[in-house]
């Protein structure tokens, strides 16, 4: 238990007197004494009593004098003086509560009433205590004016926010502290509320003693006193220069790239919203380029993730720099970005634009000790001509990016409402194409690959084709959509297993072939694509020796070290690889000295025209000679003559597919060909 009581003081010249008032407090309070006026004011420096009973006739120094010296110094006049007297003249009461006591009690007294005003007035200075005690220590600032806004009180709070001494504010009007960041409005606004209804509150933003404007919550309520006239204003307030700042994060978070620092793609919506309803009314052109990385998942796998932010940033940067300050550059997310051209004039404006973007990301992308070389492919539609609101023209501008990939990448599009038929047309196809694996209407096709030195039938592609309702579609159509929605991976397999399931059947008949399969870069992504594999392989009872994988250049570069290990893998297990399409990639011969590769397929579209083709011969004789010296096969693609034959076998090319001896066929017409025996005769 806390057993420190309240000191008082009793200040009295008659002895009886004191014993009176001490009998009946001394109970619940600890006693001070003094027997004259000077030796209260030493008790009350000395000891800080609670309350002070005050006789006020005393030799020396009376009660009245005793009193005014406590109420003019600081640290005394807060302390409450009940006066004790003789003197019942009313004019001497009346001076005694002007003087500042609290209460007057006259002779003869009677102990008890004395002790119940004590305990009153403890009561009410430990209330006082208490809201003083909440006025300093709170942490929002709180300034009290009075009615003509003139600043009473404040407490430490607004000098820690506002820097300005209680000193400096005490005596200003409120509007001292005032920022000119709100205009007359604002504050008529304000006072109307306050007069109406005696408050407001709201954000507002006043002026630091070092000039900083700053936010702040602030309510303002009037006090009426209780004749309900106002006499004051309170004011309190939290600065909010930190939310502020957080929220603004926040914010800024919400719609930016945390990557790249860039619009994100609500954002970018948004402004696109904002740009249309302008455009509209200005009667102006708005273009909206989309742009989309080419082969970027692959560079992102293969060199890491690190690497992959590395070069966003980078294309950020360029991009950037290349629209300047006359458009909005966005990142949509992953490795597409979205550019707004406000009031682009005319198509010819945007066209350059892009093309300027082309050229910018064709330069080589520097990181440690690698050069990357990274091409983007951009749609291009344009406000009011294609669509009038934000998501016709976004979808719009991804089907023309799309349509620029398809044409190899590196190159930009302009949406045509042809494109918005050519989705529905995909969107068809795709349907169909999920189906048609379903119901079984694919079929291999086998084409025949001949030696050219004994003229005989040694292996055959396997070419997939699609019996459709509307007659046969051709892969080069669906391999590229199928690649694009993953449904590659269940019709490679469907086309690896009815491949090596026929190719068994003709080796069990005493034909000795190879077959040849094309897998898709998507497929040769799939984690278990070797498992897969060796299923089918055990399933059917081919032999890996039996089995050939064709390959693209692309492949194979946009994840080499990845793609060495599976092709080595692939190769232990003695499966043959070979290259197809050489010479249509970048990649050149010696590069691909370090994969496991048994056989190059060089492009048909440099055994087209030879030899009448300068440069085809040239390049085509190039590649057969490298490609001997580092002792890879060499089939030709697409020999439709006798001149190009005869040419290639000159050159040493060992072996060729094309129409010239057949066109892929049904499995039917192959098992006759190899019954027949067919064989080129030179
Ligand atoms: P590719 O692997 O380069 O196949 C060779 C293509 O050239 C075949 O077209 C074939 O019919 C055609 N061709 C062969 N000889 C000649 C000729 O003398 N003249 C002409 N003009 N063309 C000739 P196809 O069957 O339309 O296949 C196109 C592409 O589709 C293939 O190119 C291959 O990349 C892909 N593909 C076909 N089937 C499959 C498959 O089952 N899986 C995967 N992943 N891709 C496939
Ligand atoms: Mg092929
Ligand atoms: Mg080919």
């Given at each position: 238990?806390?057993?420190?009581?309240?000191?008082?003081?009793?200040?009295?010249?008659?002895?009886?007197?004191?014993?009176?008032?001490?009998?009946?407090?001394?109970?619940?309070?600890?006693?001070?004494?003094?027997?004259?006026?000077?030796?209260a004011l030493?008790?009350v420096n000395?000891?800080?009593p609670?309350?002070i009973?005050l006789?006020?006739?005393?030799?020396?120094?009376?009660g009245?004098e005793v009193c005014r010296r406590l109420k003019i110094d600081?640290a005394t006049r807060d302390i409450p003086v009940?006066?004790?007297?003789?003197?019942?003249?009313?004019?001497?009461?009346?001076?005694?509560?002007?003087l500042g006591g609290?209460?007057?009690?006259?002779?003869?007294?009677?102990?008890?009433?004395?002790?119940?005003?004590?305990?009153?007035?403890?009561?009410?200075?430990?209330?006082?205590?208490?809201?003083?005690?909440?006025?300093?220590?709170?942490?929002?600032?709180?300034?009290?004016?009075?009615?003509?806004?003139?600043?009473?009180?404040?407490?430490?709070?607004?000098?820690?926010?506002?820097?300005?001494?209680?000193?400096?504010?005490?005596?200003?009007?409120?509007?001292?502290?005032?920022?000119?960041?709100?205009?007359?409005?604002?504050?008529?606004?304000?006072?109307?509320?306050?007069?109406?209804?005696?408050?407001?509150?709201?954000?507002?933003?006043?002026?630091?003693?070092?000039?900083?404007?700053?936010?702040?919550?602030?309510?303002?309520?009037?006090?009426?006193?209780?004749?309900?006239?106002?006499?004051?204003?309170?004011?309190?307030?939290?600065?909010?220069?930190?939310?502020?700042?957080?929220?603004?994060?926040?914010?800024?978070?919400?719609?930016?790239?945390?990557?790249?620092?860039?619009?994100?793609?609500?954002?970018?919506?948004?402004?696109?919203?904002?740009?249309?309803?302008?455009?509209?009314?200005?009667?102006?052109?708005?273009?909206?380029?989309?742009?989309?990385?080419?082969?970027?998942?692959?560079?992102?796998?293969?060199?890491?993730?690190?690497?992959?932010?590395?070069?966003?940033?980078?294309?950020?940067?360029?991009?950037?720099?290349?629209?300047?300050?006359?458009?909005?550059?966005?990142?949509?997310?992953?490795?597409?970005?979205?550019?707004?051209?406000?009031?682009?004039?005319?198509?010819?404006?945007?066209?350059?634009?892009?093309?300027?973007?082309?050229?910018?990301?064709?330069?080589?992308?520097?990181?440690?000790?690698?050069?990357?070389?990274?091409?983007?492919?951009?749609?291009?539609?344009?406000?009011?001509?294609?669509?009038?609101?934000?998501?016709?023209?976004?979808?719009?501008?991804?089907?023309?990016?799309?349509?620029?990939?398809?044409?190899?990448?590196?190159?930009?599009?302009?949406?045509?409402?042809?494109?918005?038929?050519?989705?529905?047309?995909?969107?068809?196809?795709?349907?169909?194409?999920?189906?048609?694996?379903?119901?079984?209407?694919?079929?291999?096709?086998?084409?025949?690959?001949?030696?050219?030195?004994?003229?005989?039938?040694?292996?055959?592609?396997?070419?997939?084709?699609?019996?459709?309702?509307?007659?046969?579609?051709?892969?080069?159509?669906?391999?590229?959509?199928?690649?694009?929605?993953?449904?590659?991976?269940?019709?490679?397999?469907?086309?690896?297993?009815?491949?090596?399931?026929?190719?068994?059947?003709?080796?069990?008949?005493?034909?000795?072939?190879?077959?040849?399969?094309?897998?898709?870069?998507?497929?040769?992504?799939?984690?278990?694509?070797?498992?897969?594999?060796?299923?089918?392989?055990?399933?059917?009872?081919?032999?890996?020796?039996?089995?050939?994988?064709?390959?693209?250049?692309?492949?194979?570069?946009?994840?080499?070290?990845?793609?060495?290990?599976?092709?080595?893998?692939?190769?232990?297990?003695?499966?043959?690889?070979?290259?197809?399409?050489?010479?249509?990639?970048?990649?050149?011969?010696?590069?691909?000295?370090?994969?496991?590769?048994?056989?190059?397929?060089?492009?048909?579209?440099?055994?087209?025209?030879?030899?009448?083709?300068?440069?085809?011969?040239?390049?085509?004789?190039?590649?057969?000679?490298?490609?001997?010296?580092?002792?890879?096969?060499?089939?030709?693609?697409?020999?439709?003559?006798?001149?190009?034959?005869?040419?290639?076998?000159?050159?040493?090319?060992?072996?060729?597919?094309?129409?010239?001896?057949?066109?892929?066929?049904?499995?039917?017409?192959?098992?006759?060909?190899?019954?027949?025996?067919?064989?080129?005769?030179?």
């Amino acid at each position: 238990m806390n057993d420190i009581k309240p000191l008082i003081l009793i200040v009295d010249d008659t002895l009886t007197n004191i014993d009176l008032l001490s009998d009946v407090l001394k109970n619940e309070y600890r006693l001070g004494i003094a027997m004259n006026g000077i030796k209260a004011l030493e008790f009350v420096n000395k000891n800080q009593p609670d309350l002070i009973l005050l006789d006020i006739m005393m030799p020396e120094m009376d009660g009245f004098e005793v009193c005014r010296r406590l109420k003019i110094d600081h640290a005394t006049r807060d302390i409450p003086v009940i006066f004790i007297t003789a003197m019942t003249d009313k004019n001497h009461v009346a001076k005694g509560f002007e003087l500042g006591g609290v209460d007057y009690v006259t002779k003869p007294f009677h102990a008890l009433e004395v002790k119940a005003r004590v305990k009153t007035h403890l009561l009410l200075k430990n209330q006082l205590a208490m809201s003083a005690r909440i006025f300093e220590s709170s942490l929002d600032g709180i300034v009290v004016s009075d009615s003509d806004t003139v600043i009473q009180m404040v407490n430490p709070a607004v000098t820690l926010i506002s820097g300005y001494s209680a000193a400096e504010l005490i005596g200003q009007k409120t509007n001292f502290l005032k920022s000119n960041r709100h205009g007359d409005e604002f504050y008529r606004k304000m006072w109307k509320s306050i007069n109406e209804t005696g408050r407001w509150s709201g954000e507002i933003w006043n002026r630091r003693k070092n000039g900083e404007i700053y936010p702040q919550w602030l309510a303002i309520s009037s006090f009426r006193d209780l004749w309900g006239k106002v006499s004051n204003y309170v004011g309190v307030f939290h600065d909010m220069t930190t939310i502020k700042r957080q929220e603004d994060e926040l914010k800024y978070q919400a719609r930016h790239d945390a990557l790249t620092s860039l619009p994100n793609r609500t954002f970018f919506q948004y402004r696109l919203q904002d740009s249309l309803t302008y455009s509209l009314r200005h009667g102006e052109m708005l273009a909206i380029l989309f742009l989309d990385l080419d082969n970027f998942k692959h560079i992102n796998d293969s060199m890491g993730h690190t690497t992959g932010d590395s070069l966003l940033q980078e294309i950020s940067q360029r991009l950037l720099f290349c629209i300047g300050e006359s458009g909005v550059v966005s990142r949509l997310g992953g490795d597409e970005f979205g550019i707004l051209l406000e009031d682009v004039g005319n198509e010819e404006n945007a066209v350059k634009t892009a093309g300027r973007i082309n050229e910018t990301m064709a330069q080589p992308f520097h990181f440690k000790t690698h050069d990357f070389f990274l091409t983007v492919s951009i749609g291009i539609t344009f406000f009011p001509n294609d669509g009038k609101d934000a998501e016709t023209l976004l979808k719009n501008g991804d089907m023309a990016m799309f349509r620029a990939k398809e044409s190899g990448g590196n190159s930009y599009q302009i949406f045509t409402s042809a494109m918005d038929k050519e989705v529905a047309r995909r969107l068809s196809l795709e349907a169909n194409l999920r189906r048609a694996i379903e119901q079984e209407e694919l079929r291999v096709f086998y084409q025949p690959k001949v030696d050219l030195q004994s003229g005989r039938i040694v292996s055959m592609e396997a070419l997939v084709r699609w019996q459709s309702e509307d007659g046969i579609v051709s892969p080069a159509e669906f391999i590229p959509l199928a690649e694009k929605t993953g449904l590659i991976i269940p019709l490679g397999k469907w086309v690896l297993r009815a491949a090596a399931l026929q190719t068994k059947k003709w080796r069990d008949e005493g034909y000795d072939l190879r077959v040849a399969v094309n897998l898709s870069p998507r497929q040769f992504q799939e984690e278990n694509l070797l498992e897969m594999i060796d299923e089918i392989l055990e399933e059917t009872g081919l032999t890996p020796q039996g089995l050939e994988l064709e390959i693209t250049e692309g492949v194979v570069m946009a994840n080499e070290e990845n793609a060495i290990d599976l092709m080595s893998k692939m190769a232990d297990k003695g499966l043959f690889l070979a290259m197809d399409d050489f010479g249509t990639g970048y990649s050149s011969l010696y590069y691909l000295k370090q994969f496991p590769i048994n056989t190059l397929k060089i492009d048909k579209s440099f055994v087209d025209n030879i030899p009448s083709d300068d440069e085809n011969v040239a390049i085509t004789s190039a590649i057969i000679s490298m490609a001997k010296s580092l002792g890879l096969e060499v089939v030709a693609e697409g020999v439709e003559t006798g001149k190009q034959l005869d040419f290639l076998r000159e050159q040493g090319c060992d072996e060729m597919q094309g129409y010239y001896f057949s066109p892929p066929v049904p499995t039917g017409d192959f098992s006759l060909m190899l019954a027949e025996n067919k064989s080129l005769s030179f």
